[in-house]
């Protein structure tokens, strides 16, 4: 058995920073998981994922690119490895078959791949459809069925979430809506307009409701403060400053 | 005597919400204060502490300017303070019931002038140029006899200026005292040269601040003000209890010359 060449050894090395870099931003997506309370923001979670994501693509495309030299090297101890305090380690490099934890891992996987297959291939979802409008290819009668069959559920499953019509949403009608700022400067009613108007001011609500959970976001640190001011639509200012009062206090009169 | 101070104003709309937050903080319920506040001025005492002028001699000019600057120089605004309740107000008057020399009402509630119980309050200016962010100064309260004060006032140098009526609830937080106090004033628009007899019905009395809002006023009453440990302990309970209602209101220093009691 021949020693591996400098090329071999630098693509092992490649590998090895991609698993580091890999391992690293599993470790950082757990950390914020487990140490960030409230949980990040979604956005941040979805920028994690989508660089481990790409970590892994990364990682499979030089498994897969490198498969031939993968499977022929064969690692052995030279006489110079320190076997007696680097035991644990030489027998990680040595051992042939897969850690129990990790078979398991792989098992998964697999059988998750398997399932996923052929329902993903039964139902034939939106992207689907359009994948394979734009090929040009007619649905058959069995699947235009099926599409039908699902649709209508899932469709009044997502109406379902929501309350539809009037001026205001549930969320704001459980706050009260003499509290909502509509920034309109008519008088919203409480009830269904015509169909135009509802559905411009369905807009407008939404709009409104972006605007309330923003400030929802932003009273975190500063909490009670902001709840006085909701709870207080018309809050006076004193009209005499704390100075003048204390004044009038100490000398009897106003100066 | 030393205090330590702090304020914040309250407007209206919170104070009631203050009121419970205060209760739960301190575990007490308010204590309710109505206190009738005068405010007499010091005045020199015209020819008392005139230099003599053309024979004196040189060697007294010094001790004399001394003795002038002195004695003219702390003349001060104080305050005499009598608790009062809320049946006092627009009571009738003891004497003149007792000039009409009809008794047909003998349970109705009079207000006694000739037996108000009084208090002086002298409050120094808040010390300057202390690093510390709470209002500092120097303090004594002694009782006055009972009655009128008037007589024994003006025989100190003390001119009557005015007067009005503290309305507050009283707290107390360990050694912090919190008052939640607003000034009222008496309707009539004229300034009376002597302490009213009699006073007018409660609802009568017209806030100073017409929004209503509210004083609070933290203080931590220091008997060794020399003692800088003291002192500076009793700050920083201040601080403390600023910290635990930071979110509610802003409790600070006030402003020094607000509270100048210095007579000009």
């Known amino acids: 058995m021949s020693k591996p060449t ?108 398997s399932d996923n297959g052929p329902s993903q291939s039964t139902i034939p979802s939106p992207s689907r459809l359009v994948e394979a409008e734009s090929a040009d290819h007619k649905l058959s009668e069995a699947e235009l069925a099926q599409l039908w069959e699902w649709a209508p559920l899932e469709a009044n499953q997502e109406a379902r979430r929501r309350n539809w019509g009037g001026n205001y949403t549930l969320e704001e009608r459980e706050m009260g809506i003499e509290n909502v700022v509509t920034g309109l400067k008519r008088q919203l009613e409480d009830d269904l307009g015509s169909d135009e108007e509802s559905e411009e001011e369905d807009e407008d609500d939404g709009k409104e409701e972006m605007d309330i959970v923003g400030v929802h976001r932003k009273s975190v640190g500063g909490g009670l403060e902001f709840d006085i001011a909701v709870r207080h639509p018309h809050p006076v200012k004193p009209f005499v400053p704390l100075d003048d009062i204390l004044k009038y206090m100490t000398t009897g009169r106003l100066q | 005597m030393h205090e330590v101070l702090l304020f914040a104003s309250v407007p209206a709309h919170q104070h009631y919400e203050l009121l419970q937050q205060l209760a739960g903080l301190t575990a007490m319920q308010p204590r309710h204060c109505l206190e009738r506040r005068l405010i007499f001025k010091a005045y020199r005492k015209p020819g008392l502490m005139a230099g003599r002028t053309g024979a004196s001699q040189d060697i007294q000019s010094g001790d004399l300017q001394r003795l002038n600057k002195m004695l003219n120089g702390s003349m001060y605004y104080t305050q005499v ?19 009409d020399g009809t008794d047909e009402k003998p349970e109705a509630y009079r207000y006694d002038y000739e037996h108000q119980p009084w208090r002086l309050e002298f409050r120094d200016i808040p010390e300057a140029g202390t690093r510390s962010a709470v209002t500092s100064r120097q303090m004594s309260s002694s009782s006055l006899p009972s009655g009128d004060v008037m007589p024994v006032m003006s025989a100190w140098g003390y001119n009557f200026v005015n007067e009005h009526v503290v309305e507050g609830d009283l707290f107390v937080h360990n050694e912090i005292v919190i008052f939640l106090q ?51 302990l009793a700050s920083q309970h201040l601080f403390g209890l600023r910290e635990q209602l930071k979110s509610v209101i802003r409790l600070e220093q006030a402003d020094r010359l607000s509270l100048d009691t210095r007579a000009k």
């Open chain 1, 6 to 113: 400098q090329e071999q050894i630098k693509i092992l090395e490649q590998s090895r920073q991609r698993l580091v870099q890999l391992t690293r931003s599993l470790g950082s997506l757990i950390s914020s998981l487990h140490s960030s309370d409230p949980l990040p923001p979604w956005s941040s979670l979805q920028s994690q994922a989508s660089i481990i994501s790409n970590n892994l693509l990364s990682v499979s495309e030089q498994l897969s690119e490198q498969r031939d030299l993968f499977t022929s090297l064969v690692a052995y101890p030279s006489p110079e490895y320190p076997g007696r305090t680097q035991a644990p380690t030489l027998e990680q490099l040595l051992r042939t078959k897969l850690d129990p934890r990790v078979e398991d891992w792989v098992a998964r996987g697999r059988a998750a791949g």
């Open chain 2, 81 to 99: 303070v009598g608790p009062v309740t809320e049946k006092d107000f627009g009571a009738a008057i003891d004497s003149d019931m007792h000039m």
């Open chain 2, 182 to 232: 607003r000034v009222l004033q008496y309707p009539t628009d004229q300034e009376p040269s002597q302490p009213r007899q009699q006073m007018p019905p409660l609802k009568d009395m017209m806030p100073l601040e017409k929004s209503g809002s509210y004083v609070l006023q933290a203080s931590i009453t220091v008997q060794d003000g020399s003692n800088q440990e003291t002192m500076k």
